[in-house]
Structures are given as C-alpha cells and as structure tokens.
C-alpha cells in the first residue's frame, strides 16, 4: 500500500509512523521512570508521559488517514485528528510553567490565562485552516492565532525574567530551556498553516507538523525529566551525613530489638566461669585419701 505513494507521500508516510512510536516510547518512558525523579518533577514527568501518550494515540490514526487519502487521490488530510491532538495537549504542555515558576497564588491566573490564550489561538488556526479557499479570512485568522500566540509567548519571558532568586538552579535551567523550545520549536506551526500562500504542497505542510510535534512534546518530557534527574542529585548532595554517635545508637537499639543471642552467650559463660572457683563438696572417700597424702 505505501509503495504506490509517490516519494514525498512515502516520506510524509514514514514521519507519522516514526513520530507514532517516538511519542508511544517517550509516553512509557517518562511514566514509568517518573519515580526516578526529585518528588518535585514527578508530576510534571507524569504530564509529559500524558501528553506523548495522547500524541501517540493520534497519529496512529493519522497516519491511516493520511495514506488512504493519498492511495485514493482525494487528497484527505487528517486536520480534524491533528487539532484535537493539540486542543488536548498544548494546554497540558503550557500548564507545566506554572508548576515550576514558584508564583505562589499567582501561579493559577497565569494558568488560566496560557490555557484561555492556548485555546483562541487553536480555535483560529482551526477555523482558518478549513477555511483555506478563502484568502482574506485564512489570513485574518493566521493574525488573530499568532497575536494570541504573542499573548502567550511574552508572558513566559516577564515570568521567567521575574523569578526568585531562590530558586533551585536545576528548576531555573530547566524553564530556561523549556521556554526556549517553546519559542523555537512553536514557530514552525505558522509557516506550516501559511501553506497555501507560500505555494508549498499540503504533504509538506503534514511533514512539517509532524516533525515539529516529535521534537516539542517528546523534547519537553525529555527536559523535565533530566531536570527531575538534576534535582534529585542534588537533593542527595546537600543532604547531611548522619552523626557517628547517634548511628552507634541505632546499631545498638536495632541489636536489642533483633533479641541478639549475644547475652546468652555471656551468662553461659559467667555460669561456667562461677562454677570453677565455687568450693565443691567432697565425699568421704576422698576426704581419707586427701588425708593419706
């Protein structure tokens, strides 16, 4: 079936299965190691399993989309699949700045507002991708998603510049760099939404998505987890050895609990030990030939 693709149909073919299992692997992954992490990371590492875990889910249905449409030649592309992926994750991956800014009560407003902005800026793009034929109203909604995606962006720098200065160095590393791959990373969806103007093919639209998808959310989960890593090497680092004195304690006490035979041993002992210096009764026979000699 994928060798009566074209070759970049057959490409396109091979990135939603290759962003499938690296999605499906990150997903277990980060869920099962997430003990492996400082207490402080493993929600966040369990979010970013969630994520790939819902990512995975979709392009396995994606990917059966795509090539039917294309063996077809009806040209279907999974739209609808690919917006319910990102509606149910882009809230999920902003939601993981807030954990780690330490804003206090703070923190759940500026929540709600990278959820609400997330969301307007999907609910644009969506209506403007289906509404493709129609320049003015593709472009119009493109500025309305990119002015939310602003809405979103520079909030991230004020917070991230605005952050204590006792914050442990792994938690600001970490947002650092998660910001970072937001910026970056997160600039690619304009120029995939912006395919009809620029006269690309729709199937280079998908493999820019697709490729873009992977390294967002598989290199979210992978920066949360090795700050996790960080930070509990850290936590063991700081952590006081304990006392000489107080450790004899508790092997003493431990010893005393585990009913040790030890004592038994030295009462038999002192019990044999009395008995040779203790005078011992002699009989009469013995008394006569002690007398002889």
């Given at each position: 079936?994928?060798?009566?693709?074209?070759?970049?149909?057959?490409?396109?073919?091979?990135?939603?299965?290759?962003?499938?299992?690296?999605?499906?692997?990150?997903?277990?992954?980060?869920?099962?190691?997430?003990?492996?992490?400082?207490?402080?990371?493993?929600?966040?590492?369990?979010?970013?399993?969630?994520?790939?875990?819902?990512?995975?889910?979709?392009?396995?249905?994606?990917?059966?989309?795509?090539?039917?449409?294309?063996?077809?030649?009806?040209?279907?592309?999974?739209?609808?699949?690919?917006?319910?992926?990102?509606?149910?994750?882009?809230?999920?991956?902003?939601?993981?700045?807030?954990?780690?800014?330490?804003?206090?009560?703070?923190?759940?407003?500026?929540?709600?507002?990278?959820?609400?902005?997330?969301?307007?800026?999907?609910?644009?793009?969506?209506?403007?991708?289906?509404?493709?034929?129609?320049?003015?109203?593709?472009?119009?909604?493109?500025?309305?998603?990119?002015?939310?995606?602003?809405?979103?962006?520079?909030?991230?720098?004020?917070?991230?510049?605005?952050?204590?200065?006792?914050?442990?160095?792994?938690?600001?590393?970490?947002?650092?760099?998660?910001?970072?791959?937001?910026?970056?990373?997160?600039?690619?969806?304009?120029?995939?939404?912006?395919?009809?103007?620029?006269g690309f093919s729709p199937d280079m639209r998908?493999?820019?998505?697709?490729?873009?998808?992977?390294?967002?959310?598989?290199?979210?989960?992978?920066?949360?987890?090795?700050?996790?890593?960080?930070?509990?090497?850290?936590?063991?680092?700081?952590?006081?050895p304990p006392d000489v004195l107080d450790r004899?304690?508790?092997?003493?006490?431990?010893?005393?609990?585990?009913?040790?035979?030890?004592?038994?041993?030295?009462?038999?002992?002192?019990?044999?030990?009395?008995?040779?210096?203790?005078?011992?009764?002699?009989?009469?026979?013995?008394?006569?030939?002690?007398?002889?000699?």
């Amino acid at each position: 079936m994928i060798t009566d693709l074209g070759g970049m149909q057959q490409v396109v073919a091979f990135t939603f299965l290759l962003t499938f299992f690296g999605m499906a692997a990150a997903a277990g992954y980060l869920i099962v190691e997430r003990s492996q992490v400082a207490p402080s990371y493993r929600i966040s590492v369990s979010l970013a399993g969630l994520i790939c875990a819902i990512a995975a889910g979709n392009y396995f249905y994606m990917r059966e989309l795509y090539v039917a449409g294309a063996v077809s030649g009806t040209g279907v592309f999974p739209t609808e699949f690919r917006y319910i992926d990102w509606f149910l994750t882009v809230p999920l991956m902003l939601a993981q700045f807030p954990l780690h800014l330490g804003m206090g009560r703070r923190g759940r407003m500026f929540m709600v507002w990278l959820i609400g902005c997330s969301l307007l800026m999907l609910a644009a793009g969506y209506l403007g991708e289906i509404n493709a034929d129609d320049p003015t109203l593709h472009l119009g909604l493109w500025l309305v998603g990119c002015g939310f995606g602003v809405a979103i962006f520079v909030p991230l720098v004020i917070a991230l510049r605005a952050m204590p200065a006792t914050t442990p160095p792994d938690v600001a590393r970490t947002v650092r760099a998660m910001t970072v791959l937001v910026l970056v990373g997160w600039a690619v969806y304009p120029l995939g939404y912006l395919q009809p103007a620029l006269g690309f093919s729709p199937d280079m639209r998908e493999l820019i998505y697709n490729v873009a998808d992977l390294v967002n959310k598989v290199g979210l989960g992978l920066l949360l987890f090795i700050g996790g890593r960080a930070a509990l090497r850290g936590e063991a680092a700081t952590a006081e050895p304990p006392d000489v004195l107080d450790r004899l304690d508790a092997d003493r006490l431990a010893a005393e609990r585990r009913g040790s035979d030890r004592p038994e041993v030295d009462l038999l002992t002192m019990s044999l030990d009395d008995a040779q210096h203790e005078p011992v009764a002699l009989s009469a026979t013995d008394s006569l030939l002690a007398g002889r000699r």
